[in-house]
């Protein structure tokens, strides 16, 4: 069984669309995170999420919005795509809220922006 | 603020011979200390962690990493690389009470036969 699952896996769309990613934790874990991975293979941070709190990490634009259906869903939503959303993006969980458990990651969803 | 700079974006190795990807971090106070490993088109895989317990850590398929506080360093070794360890590697670092990962900017592995 996957412990953290990504839908799609490839997402190829053009310009000015708004697409989703969903991403779904069978861990029971309480936290979820998406990262954004470049060409370059530099992950960042996008998105820490549990119950209590949302942290946005500042520089990623509000075309960029996490939604949380239930503790084991958190979807990412982008509106009015650009080119430079051109990337790799990690769905993550974690058990403890900063108690330093490790994240498990989802296989990754590749976003082409045409 | 922390972060984690790996020395070298890509080491080739032999099989059969040591592994050592570098990291050095940067942090205020006693950081949570992490290796992962992205093998092509996968996600990312925890490979171990360091959480204040032992300075040694050992983790999956051979590897295990040494928390060295006075060189702010946490490399990562293998005695003997396998060709199935070819892959990207990423050192991340996150600060106690806090949620977020920094990572490295990674270091491929490229294991010659």
């Known amino acids: 069984d996957t412990a953290v699952s990504q839908t799609p896996k490839y997402l190829v769309t053009q310009m000015g669309n708004d697409k989703s990613i969903k991403c779904e934790q069978n861990?029971?874990?309480?936290?979820m995170y998406w990262y954004k991975q470049d060409s370059k293979k530099f992950l960042k941070i996008m998105f820490s999420?549990?119950?209590?709190?949302l942290i946005i990490n500042e520089t990623v634009p509000n075309r960029f919005s996490p939604k949380s259906p239930d503790k084991a869903h958190l979807n990412l939503h982008i509106n009015s795509l650009e080119l430079g959303d051109s990337a790799v993006y990690f769905c993550?969980?974690?058990?403890?809220w900063g108690q330093g458990g490790e994240q498990y990651f989802g296989p990754g969803t590749r976003l082409t922006v045409t | 603020a922390q972060s984690v700079t790996q020395l070298g974006s890509h080491v080739s190795v032999s099989e059969g011979a040591l592994v050592l990807l570098r990291c050095n971090y940067s942090s205020s106070v006693p950081p949570y200390l992490f290796w992962y490993v992205q093998y092509p088109n996968q996600g990312l895989q925890l490979l171990l962690k360091?959480?204040?317990?032992?300075?040694l850590v050992k983790g999956i398929n051979g590897f295990e990493a040494e928390f060295k506080k006075s060189e702010t360093s946490f490399h990562l070794t293998k005695p003997s690389a396998h060709m199935s360890d070819a892959a990207e590697y990423f050192c991340a670092v996150r600060k106690t009470g806090a949620n977020n990962l920094f990572f490295g900017t990674g270091t491929r592995l490229t294991v010659i036969p």
């Open positions: 861990l029971g874990h309480d936290t």
């Open positions: 360091y959480t204040s317990a032992a300075t």
């Open positions: 999420y549990n119950n209590k709190e």
């Open positions: 993550a969980s974690s058990q403890d």
